[in-house]
Each structure stands twice: as C-alpha cells, then as structure tokens.
C-alpha cells in the first residue's frame, strides 16, 4: 500500500524558506515521478512542482519558478520542496502525490492532478504579511 506523508509546513513571515518533506513507503520509489500541489482556502489544488521518475526533469508553476526547488533522495524514499522568498499568497496546504505507473516517460504531462494517483494528507503553510 502506497503511503505519503508530508512534514515541514508551519508558521513563517514574508521573505522566510521552509522546506517540505514527504516521505514514501510502499513500493520502489526511485521508479516513480512526484509531484507537489497546494490548495489555499476557497481555492481549487494547483501544481506547485513535480520530478520525474529519473530527478532529471523537474516542473514548476510559474507562480513558483525561481523560487522553490523540488529535488528527491531516492535513499530516503523522499522528496522535498525548497521555498524561499515565501509570500502571503504561497499560504496553502502542500500536498504530495506520485503517479500509479512506474517510468512515466519524459513529456508526459506531470503538471496536472490526473497524472498523480496517489496523494499524502497535507501540510499547512502560512505565510504571514
């Protein structure tokens, strides 16, 4: 059974980093892409990042890019989300996934929730003004 679990969110101000965590359990890791989404109140789940399968190909919202880093530690069974220069419109709760098929070829689209099949339980990330 696929498990994620995300850990790193809190409370920080304005120009402030933090960086996620999400940790996988269930099957070969260093065989599946990841991804990172976020969803503020009131507000549909967005992609923020996503890594393929190989750590060779990494995607970023444009609302991001610049400023947050995905990278994954095949040895940890993890994969992170750098954040640095942290606004109030990044606060959202930060969601993992990863895909249901192993090997997602390069150009297959990772940038949309239909890609991901399974998902972690969230971290709250509150950026204050």
């Known amino acids: 059974q696929v498990q994620l679990v995300e850990s790193g969110g809190g409370l920080v101000q304005a120009g402030g980093s933090l960086r996620l965590s999400c940790a996988a359990s269930?099957?070969?890791?260093?065989?599946?892409?990841m991804g990172w989404f976020r969803q503020a109140p009131g507000k549909e789940r967005e992609f923020v990042a996503a890594?393929?399968?190989?750590?060779?190909?990494?995607y970023y919202a444009d609302s991001v890019k610049g400023r947050f880093t995905i990278s994954r530690d095949n040895a940890k069974n993890t994969v992170y989300l750098q954040m640095n220069s942290l606004k109030p419109e990044d606060t959202a709760v930060y969601y993992c996934a990863t895909t249901r098929w192993a090997f997602v070829p390069t150009g297959r689209d990772l940038t949309t929730s239909g890609a991901y099949a399974y998902w972690g339980q969230g971290t709250q990330v509150t950026v204050s003004s």
């Open positions: 890594i393929s399968w190989s750590g060779d190909n990494t």
């Open positions: 269930g099957r070969t890791f260093s065989s599946y892409a």
